[in-house]
């Protein structure tokens, strides 16, 4: 009796932290394992737990069912609830794992799919689609497709064409699909007798079919990179969860950065059949297509109680940045001179919102005076950096679990002024800058995905604001915002440019000088969609 309450409690307080739109990855992933006619019928996370359970698939002495789908669809801070790792689901997945191949690639092809892409594959499929549905999502679009027979396991023609018509980049993981499944069978076919039908039967149904396999491919398309070359020359740029990485690194820890994330990449990656030499791992996308994009929190510390100066200027920052993430699709709330008190207290109020669940990231901007690792409040008591960001992590914000969680600081982090230093163009081996010596804010940035920490300055260091102009910082990021993200470059790809960009600039004199400092623990890359209006800067 004990045991079966204590299982009917994880099952509640999984589905507590699971929005709507982890229920509808739930329902495809089952797609295979429940029939259309129930699913449809399904509103909640608890409703799947009650088709598995009556099916035998879910039960208090085996619920790897529900670790998997945790697993496929990344909520894996939920894991613990059953009793489970990321690596332990890993470890088992080829063995006890019931999603196919063929629905696992489906559902990793609607995470690449945009919004525009969705809207030309609409429109493509038109003739196919029921006239009454004229807004779905992607998932709900390729489960249209299967109910009218369009696509199913051995009929990939449809989606392969739209793929090849939307965004030629999407067949990458069609064909991929279509490789392990080869590899799959001829492993199968070269096993002895007894051993292939084991090894059969470990294999999630649906796997196989009759028929060659046809890779489709375009112009566009690049060969499979091995998994070194996910590594820049500009930088460390290696993104992986769980490690703090940093645009601003210094040349001789490059190596280190990047050995290090190889040997923490491969072993998180889940073991896969087929050669071994051959990765055909890409970096995935945040999603932003959201009916909302999410909330951008400003605080901006102008006047302070006791010694520190007043921020002149800081009101220039505060009504860019409310401009450019309104721009860009957030939901902006403004803060104007808080203590540090208020500063925990507002951010509790925003931990605790429940309308992040709809909502793709979250943003908060710190404007204020500060030493290494911390801001001040306006009465001029420290509010550390870390705990300010340790408000939104996965356990104390479920709700914005899986999603970016960006946090920019314009703030001192010390007062030492970094100095203009002039190099020859042909020094073979020049010293390390001064602004080089980098003091790490992983002490800063919490040890968990999905966060990343904008600071305008690195450690020790101050930053330099204009009265009129506001900080070099936060200017430079919302001029190169308003610039790259039309281009469609991602947010590291943009905080490196705002690293180039204050790196240039000096004061009168030439001798003050400013370095930002990234650092980041995102899985995945971040691009916000195109707004369909002009940037702010264009608009005046």
């Given at each position: 009796?004990?045991?079966?309450?204590k299982f009917h409690q994880q099952l509640l307080v999984?589905?507590?932290?699971?929005?709507?739109?982890?229920?509808?990855?739930?329902?495809?992933?089952?797609?295979?394992?429940?029939?259309?006619?129930?699913?449809?019928?399904?509103?909640?996370?608890?409703?799947?737990?009650?088709?598995?359970?009556?099916?035998?698939?879910?039960?208090?002495?085996?619920?790897?069912?529900?670790?998997?789908?945790?697993?496929?669809?990344?909520?894996?801070?939920?894991?613990?609830?059953?009793?489970?790792?990321?690596?332990?689901?890993?470890?088992?997945?080829?063995?006890?794992?019931?999603?196919?191949?063929?629905?696992?690639?489906?559902?990793?092809?609607?995470?690449?799919?945009?919004?525009?892409?969705?809207?030309?594959?609409?429109?493509?499929?038109?003739?196919?689609?029921?006239?009454k549905l004229t807004n779905m999502s992607s998932l709900?679009?390729?489960?249209?497709?299967?109910?009218?027979?369009?696509?199913?396991?051995?009929?990939?023609?449809?989606?392969?064409?739209?793929?090849?018509?939307?965004?030629?980049?999407?067949?990458?993981?069609?064909?991929?699909?279509?490789?392990?499944?080869?590899?799959?069978?001829?492993?199968?076919?070269?096993?002895?007798?007894?051993?292939?039908?084991?090894?059969?039967?470990?294999?999630?149904?649906?796997?196989?079919?009759?028929?060659?396999?046809?890779?489709?491919?375009?112009?566009?398309?690049?060969?499979?990179?091995?998994?070194?070359?996910?590594?820049?020359?500009?930088?460390?740029?290696?993104?992986?969860?769980?490690?703090?990485?940093?645009?601003?690194?210094?040349?001789?820890?490059?190596?280190?950065?990047?050995?290090?994330?190889?040997?923490?990449?491969?072993?998180?990656?889940?073991?896969?059949?087929?050669?071994?030499?051959?990765?055909?791992?890409?970096?995935?996308?945040?999603?932003?297509?959201?009916?909302?994009?999410?909330?951008?929190?400003?605080?901006?510390?102008?006047?302070?109680?006791?010694?520190?100066?007043?921020?002149?200027?800081?009101?220039?920052?505060?009504?860019?940045?409310?401009?450019?993430?309104?721009?860009?699709?957030?939901?902006?709330?403004?803060?104007?001179?808080?203590?540090?008190?208020?500063?925990?207290?507002?951010?509790?109020?925003?931990?605790?919102?429940?309308?992040?669940?709809?909502?793709?990231?979250?943003?908060?901007?710190?404007?204020?005076?500060?030493?290494?690792?911390?801001?001040?409040?306006?009465?001029?008591?420290?509010?550390?950096?870390?705990?300010i960001m340790s408000y939104f992590t996965a356990r104390?914000?479920?709700?914005?679990?899986?999603?970016?969680?960006?946090?920019?600081?314009?703030?001192?982090?010390?007062?030492?002024?970094?100095?203009?230093?002039?190099?020859?163009?042909?020094?073979?081996?020049?010293?390390?800058?001064?602004?080089?010596?980098?003091?790490?804010?992983?002490?800063?940035?919490?040890?968990?995905?999905?966060?990343?920490?904008?600071?305008?300055?690195?450690?020790?260091?101050?930053?330099?604001?204009?009265?009129?102009?506001?900080?070099?910082?936060?200017?430079?990021?919302?001029?190169?915002?308003?610039?790259?993200?039309?281009?469609?470059?991602?947010?590291?790809?943009?905080?490196?440019?705002?690293?180039?960009?204050?790196?240039?600039?000096?004061?009168?004199?030439?001798?003050?000088?400013?370095?930002?400092?990234?650092?980041?623990?995102?899985?995945?890359?971040?691009?916000?969609?195109?707004?369909?209006?002009?940037?702010?800067?264009?608009?005046?």
């Amino acid at each position: 009796m004990g045991d079966d309450i204590k299982f009917h409690q994880q099952l509640l307080v999984i589905d507590e932290n699971l929005g709507t739109e982890e229920v509808e990855a739930l329902k495809f992933l089952c797609s295979d394992l429940l029939s259309f006619k129930k699913l449809e019928a399904v509103e909640s996370a608890q409703d799947i737990f009650q088709l598995l359970m009556a099916k035998d698939l879910l039960n208090k002495e085996d619920t790897f069912i529900l670790a998997e789908l945790l697993y496929r669809i990344r909520c894996h801070f939920l894991l613990q609830k059953l009793g489970y790792t990321k690596e332990t689901v890993q470890e088992n997945l080829r063995w006890k794992g019931k999603v196919s191949q063929y629905r696992q690639m489906l559902y990793e092809l609607s995470e690449d799919i945009t919004s525009e892409d969705l809207k030309r594959a609409m429109f493509l499929l038109r003739d196919q689609l029921p006239k009454k549905l004229t807004n779905m999502s992607s998932l709900e679009l390729l489960t249209c497709l299967e109910k009218q027979d369009h696509l199913a396991e051995n009929n990939l023609e449809i989606l392969e064409k739209i793929c090849m018509d939307i965004s030629p980049d999407l067949l990458k993981t069609v064909n991929k699909y279509k490789m392990e499944r080869v590899s799959l069978a001829q492993q199968e076919s070269s096993l002895p007798g007894k051993e292939a039908a084991s090894f059969s039967h470990h294999i999630p149904e649906g796997l196989f079919h009759s028929g060659g396999v046809r890779l489709l491919t375009s112009s566009q398309e690049t060969p499979i990179k091995t998994l070194g070359s996910n590594i820049y020359d500009s930088g460390s740029l290696w993104e992986h969860a769980g490690s703090v990485h940093f645009i601003a690194a210094r040349q001789d820890d490059k190596a280190v950065n990047v050995m290090q994330g190889i040997s923490e990449l491969s072993q998180e990656q889940p073991a896969r059949i087929g050669n071994p030499r051959i990765k055909t791992e890409k970096l995935m996308t945040y999603k932003m297509d959201g009916p909302h994009r999410g909330y951008c929190l400003i605080i901006n510390n102008c006047s302070f109680t006791g010694i520190l100066q007043k921020r002149r200027g800081s009101n220039k920052d505060a009504e860019m940045l409310a401009q450019v993430f309104t721009w860009l699709g957030l939901d902006v709330q403004t803060y104007t001179d808080k203590t540090s008190v208020e500063i925990k207290n507002l951010m509790q109020e925003w931990q605790s919102l429940k309308d992040h669940r709809e909502r793709d990231c979250f943003v908060c901007c710190i404007l204020s005076h500060g030493e290494l690792g911390l801001v001040y409040g306006t009465d001029e008591r420290e509010v550390p950096i870390r705990t300010i960001m340790s408000y939104f992590t996965a356990r104390q914000c479920p709700q914005l679990a899986e999603k970016p969680k960006l946090f920019f600081i314009q703030a001192c982090q010390g007062k030492e002024i970094q100095q203009a230093v002039y190099i020859e163009g042909d020094a073979q081996n020049p010293d390390l800058l001064p602004i080089q010596q980098l003091v790490s804010p992983s002490e800063s940035i919490p040890e968990e995905a999905d966060f990343l920490l904008g600071m305008a300055t690195v450690g020790g260091y101050a930053s330099f604001r204009h009265i009129h102009h506001g900080t070099w910082y936060i200017q430079a990021l919302c001029n190169k915002l308003q610039l790259l993200v039309p281009r469609g470059e991602d947010i590291l790809s943009i905080l490196t440019e705002v690293n180039e960009d204050v790196s240039k600039r000096a004061d009168n004199l030439g001798k003050k000088k400013q370095m930002p400092q990234p650092a980041y623990t995102l899985r995945k890359k971040l691009i916000f969609p195109v707004p369909r209006s002009p940037p702010p800067s264009q608009q005046q």
